[in-house]
C-alpha cells in the first residue's frame, strides 16, 4: 500500500527512482504527476549535480525542485553492501525501477535487471540511456544537445541555406523521459493483466528521430534527405516568423488560398505595401512557394511597422493563425497559462508555497498534485519504517554506519 | 504477446498529434480503428511526402477533394499503422457512434469543443453518459482557447511555448527565430503525452472501472517540456528577459562543420578539456587556456579562439570517425545525422529502429518506429496503414484481422 491517497490513474503503483540530471527524473514527474508514489534514492556520498550546482543548500536547489515535485527522498548509500540489501528491498516492495545512470553502472552496483529480477520476478524495469543500453554503439554517452545531433533533430533546424543550428540546447531530455513514462506505463498495463514484469531499454536517440517521422519517412520513400528551410513549410506559404516593432516577432502560418485571400486584402490595403507590391504572383500556393523570398520580404515589411499583439488581434478575428513568439517573460505571465492552473502553488518540506510547472494535461480523475521537491531523506521515516519495517535498533545501527546517509 | 492486447480504441482524430497518439497505441498491440470521411478519409491523406510517381493499385481510391490519390501519402502511412479504417460520417450516424461507444476502451479526438459536444463527448457528457470511457482531446491551447489563440498550426504553438523565441541557441537577435525540427513536433509532443494519459488510465479503467476524460494542450506540453527552466522562472530563481538567449548555457559547446557534414561538441569540464588535448595531439593554442576554463574562466574570447581552432581541424575530419575517436577519448563529440545516417546508422539496425512493411500501394517500406526495446511485448508496427475504409464491419467481436494478436509469441 502506498503512502498518500492523491488520486489519479497511477494510485498505488510505487516507483523506484535511480536518476541523475534531467531525463529520468522528468520521467518520474510524469509518473507522480498521473499518481505513483515515486521515491528518490538519493545519498549524501553521491548527490545530484543538480541539488548542489550553484547552490549552497541541497534543499533549496532551483533546478532540482523544478523537475522533483510530489517525489519522496529517501537517504541509502549505494556503494555499500548493505545499502544495496536495504535498495534490494525497498524494491521487493515496489512495481517500478527507473535507472538513467551511465552505461555500466546498474552492473557494477549489482543492480542490474537480472539481479532485480531475481528478487521482484514482476518487476517494471525502465532503463535509460543515450544510445539505449545494447548494441555496437551503447557505450557512448553524451548530454541533451548529442542526442539532438544525433537523433537528426539539430540537422532539420536553421536558416535555409545555412549549415544547421539545432534546437535550443535544452530540448530533449524531456522528450526522453516522456517516451520512457509511455513505455512504463505500458508495461504496466501488461503487468497488471498478466501478472509478467519486463525490461524496458529507451534510447534518447531515438526518441528524437521519433519527433522527426515523417521527415524519415520521406526519406524511405523517395530518397529525400530532409534540411533545415528555416520558418518554411511545403504545404504553407506564407509560413513564417516576422518582426514587429520593439523587438517582438510574429508567426503567421497561412493553411490555404482562402487564408492567403484573406492576408492579401489587408496587404492590399496597407499604405505601406498596397501600392508597391504586385500580390497577383502569390494566388495559389505553388505561386507562393516558388516567390517564397518575395513573399515573406513583402510580409516582412509589412509587419515591421505594427504592434505585434494588435497584429494579432486583427489576424485571428480575420481567421488566421497568427501569434506572438512569447519571450520568456511573456510565457512566465501569460494569463492563459495561469488560468488553466498550468502554473500552480504548492507546498514546499517546510510549508512554504512554491510556484511550479504542471503537467500538459487536465483529467477529470487526476491526481492531485501540491508537494514541492522532497528535502534529501525527507521521506526516510516512512520508507525505512512503514515501507521496510526496520526497527528503531536497525535503523540506529544502519545510520551509525552511514548506510542511510 | 502486445502490452495493451485486448484494448480497443476508436480515433476520432484527424490531424498529426492523435493519430499519433494512435499509431502509439497500436504499436503496443491495441486494436485502433480510425473513422475516416466517406470517400475522402482523413486530411492527412492528402500531406506530404507523397511517393513520387504512385503505383495503381486494386483497392486505391482517388479523393475527390484534392485530387490526390488517398494512398499515395508517406505521412499517413506513418501516422496510421497497425489501424483499421471506416467510413462513417459520425455526425449523420449518431446511433452507429453509439454503438461503437458502448465497445470501445478509449476515444482519441482532436477537433474543437463543439465537435466533442455535437458527439456527446465533452467532459461533463463523458461522466453522465459514458463514465466508464476513456475520452482523450487534443488541441492547441485547451478546448477553451482564448479569443487570439483561435487559429494555430504547430509554428504558432511551438512559438507560444518558449521554445520557438529561444531557438536556435545563441541566435541573433536581427534574425527571425526558428521553428522547432520538422513539420509536426509539437504534435508529436502532445501525441506523446496523450498516449500517456491514455495508457495509465486504461490501467485505472482495469481496475476500478471507471473512465476518464483527458485534455492535452500542446502549448502546456511543450511549456512542461522546459520545467527545468521554465520552473525556475516562474518560481524566480531564473531571469526573465526579451532576451533570445534566456534559455541558452554558455561556452564553446556547439556545431561545427566537418569535411562531410557537421558534429556537435560539447565541452563543459576540464575532463572534457583533457581528453580533447589528447584528440588533437597537444596542440600549442592549447597551452594558453587555463586548464579549468570552461567552468572557471569562460570568457567570449577564449569561446571564439577555441572554436577557430576546432573548425581547422575538422576541416579534414569525417563526421562518423571524428566521433568515433572522440568517444574512445571522453571528448564529447557527435555527428549531426541525418536521414539516411540514421537508416545507415549499426546502432539502427542493431536495436532494429527502422521496420520493413508492405504496403499494398507504397510497396515495400522502412519506417521508423518507437524508441523503446521491451523485452515481453516488443512495440512494432505490425500491419501498414489501412486503405480508405478497408474494414466493412463494425462489430469487434470478429474483426476481419486481429493485428494486435500477430506473433509476439517469443
Known amino acids: ?405 | 504477446m502486445a502490452a495493451l492486447s485486448g484494448v480497443k480504441i476508436l480515433e476520432l482524430a484527424e490531424s498529426v498529434s492523435g493519430e499519433y497518439c494512435g499509431k502509439l497505441l497500436a504499436d503496443f498491440g491495441a486494436e485502433v480503428i480510425k473513422i475516416e470521411t466517406p470517400g475522402v478519409g482523413s486530411p492527412t491523406r492528402r500531406m506530404g511526402p507523397f511517393k513520387v510517381q504512385p503505383a495503381s493499385a486494386p483497392g486505391s481510391k482517388t479523393s475527390d477533394a484534392r485530387n490526390v490519390d488517398v494512398e499515395s501519402s508517406g505521412l499517413f502511412a506513418y501516422l496510421n499503422t497497425g489501424k483499421q479504417s471506416i467510413e462513417l460520417d459520425l455526425l449523420q450516424n449518431k446511433s452507429i457512434l453509439s454503438r461503437l461507444l458502448s465497445q470501445v476502451d478509449a476515444v482519441i479526438d482532436d477537433h474543437s469543443l463543439e465537435w466533442l459536444s455535437a458527439l456527446g463527448l465533452h467532459a461533463t457528457q463523458q461522466q453522465h453518459m459514458h463514465s466508464g470511457l476513456v475520452v482523450c482531446s487534443i488541441s492547441n491551447f485547451g478546448l477553451e482557447p482564448p479569443q487570439d489563440r483561435l487559429h494555430a498550426e504547430d509554428l504558432n504553438v511551438f512559438h507560444s511555448s518558449g521554445w520557438g523565441f529561444h531557438t536556435p541557441t545563441g541566435g541573433d537577435p536581427a534574425l527571425p527565430p526558428l521553428n522547432g525540427a520538422g513539420r509536426f513536433l509539437p504534435s508529436y509532443e502532445a501525441g506523446l503525452e496523450a498516449a500517456l494519459c491514455i495508457s495509465a488510465a486504461l490501467l485505472a479503467q482495469r481496475q476500478t472501472g471507471e473512465g476518464q476524460f483527458i485534455e492535452i494542450s500542446k502549448q502546456e506540453v511543450l511549456a512542461s517540456r522546459v520545467d527545468y527552466v521554465l520552473a525556475q522562472m516562474v518560481g524566480g530563481d531564473m531571469n526573465v528577459s526579451q532576451c533570445r538567449s534566456a534559455f541558452d548555457l554558455s561556452g564553446p559547446a556547439g556545431i561545427f562543420p566537418c569535411e562531410d557534414g557537421f558534429v556537435y561538441i560539447w565541452l563543459s569540464a576540464p575532463a572534457h578539456w583533457q581528453g580533447l588535448r589528447q584528440l588533437l595531439g597537444d596542440p600549442a593554442w592549447m597551452h594558453e587556456f587555463p586548464e579549468n576554463w570552461l567552468e572557471k574562466a569562460c570568457t567570449p574570447e577564449r569561446v571564439a579562439t577555441c572554436r577557430r581552432h576546432l573548425v581547422q581541424w575538422l576541416k579534414t575530419q569525417g563526421k562518423q570517425q571524428a566521433a568515433e575517436q572522440a568517444q574512445k577519448l571522453g571528448v564529447t563529440l557527435v555527428a549531426v545525422n541525418n536521414a539516411a545516417d540514421l537508416v545507415n546508422s549499426p546502432q539502427y539496425q542493431f536495436r532494429e529502429f527502422f521496420v520493413g512493411l508492405e504496403h499494398p500501394v507504397l510497396g515495400n517500406l522502412k519506417y521508423p518506429t518507437v524508441p523503446y526495446r521491451m523485452s515481453e511485448t516488443p512495440a512494432k508496427p505490425l500491419s501498414p496503414a489501412p486503405l480508405l475504409g478497408q474494414r466493412q464491419t463494425l462489430e469487434w467481436q470478429q474483426p476481419q484481422t486481429q493485428p494486435a494478436q500477430v506473433k509476439h509469441n517469443d
Open chain 1, 1 to 405: 500500500m502506498t503512502k498518500r491517497h492523491r488520486g489519479g490513474p497511477l494510485q498505488g503503483v510505487r516507483v523506484v527512482e535511480l536518476t541523475k540530471v534531467w531525463a529520468g527524473p522528468y520521467t518520474g514527474k510524469l509518473l507522480a504527476f498521473l499518481g505513483a508514489e515515486v521515491i528518490r534514492v538519493e545519498s549524501e556520498k553521491s548527490l545530484d549535480v543538480t541539488r548542489v550546482y550553484g547552490v549552497s543548500d541541497i534543499n533549496n536547489a532551483p533546478g532540482f525542485k523544478a523537475v522533483n515535485p510530489e517525489k519522496l527522498s529517501v537517504q541509502i548509500d549505494m556503494k555499500s553492501d548493505e545499502g544495496i540489501r536495504l535498495l534490494l528491498d525497498l524494491v521487493q516492495k515496489s512495481d517500478v525501477l527507473i535507472e538513467n545512470l551511465r552505461p555500466g553502472a546498474v552492473q557494477r552496483l549489482g543492480l542490474d535487471y537480472k539481479t532485480i529480477k531475481a528478487v521482484k520476478p514482476d518487476i517494471v524495469y525502465t532503463s535509460m540511456g543515450m544510445y539505449g543500453n545494447e548494441g555496437p554503439l551503447s557505450y557512448q554517452t553524451g548530454y541533451a544537445p548529442c542526442f539532438a545531433a544525433l537523433g537528426g533533430i539539430s540537422a532539420l533546424v536553421g536558416y535555409e541555406g545555412e549549415p544547421p543550428a539545432g534546437m535550443n540546447v535544452r530540448y530533449a531530455d524531456s522528450t526522453f523521459g516522456a517516451a520512457a513514462a509511455l513505455a512504463t506505463v505500458a508495461a504496466l498495463y501488461h503487468r497488471n493483466e498478466t501478472g509478467r514484469g519486463q525490461y524496458v531499454d529507451v534510447s534518447a536517440v531515438e526518441a528524437m528521430s521519433s519527433m522527426i517521422g515523417d521527415a524519415l519517412m520521406s526519406f524511405t520513400l523517395n530518397g529525400e534527405i530532409a534540411t533545415s528551410t528555416g520558418n518554411r513549410h511545403p504545404e504553407m506559404a506564407p509560413h513564417g516568423v516576422y518582426p514587429c516593432l520593439d523587438n517582438e516577432w510574429i508567426c503567421i502560418a497561412v493553411r490555404d488560398d482562402r487564408a492567403w485571400n484573406t492576408l492579401a486584402q489587408q496587404l492590399t490595403a496597407a499604405p505601406s505595401t498596397g501600392a508597391e507590391v504586385n500580390l497577383s504572383r502569390f494566388t495559389t500556393l505553388p505561386q507562393r512557394k516558388a516567390n517564397e523570398d518575395a513573399l515573406d520580404h513583402c510580409l516582412a515589411s509589412w509587419t515591421q511597422s505594427q504592434r505585434a499583439d494588435e497584429l494579432v488581434e486583427k489576424l485571428q478575428q480575420l481567421g488566421i493563425a497568427a501569434t506572438k513568439s512569447l519571450n520568456s517573460i511573456e510565457l512566465i505571465s501569460d494569463v492563459h497559462l495561469w488560468a488553466r492552473e498550468f502554473y500552480r502553488e504548492v507546498h514546499g518540506p517546510d510549508g512554504q508555497s512554491q510556484t511550479i510547472v504542471g503537467p500538459g494535461w487536465k483529467m477529470s480523475r487526476g491526481a492531485t498534485i501540491e508537494n514541492a521537491a522532497p528535502n534529501l531523506g525527507q521521506h526516510n521515516d516512512y520508507i525505512f519504517g512503514e515501507v521496510l519495517g526496520l526497527t528503531e535498533a536497525e535503523r540506529r545501527a544502519l545510520d551509525g554506519s552511514g548506510v542511510i546517509r
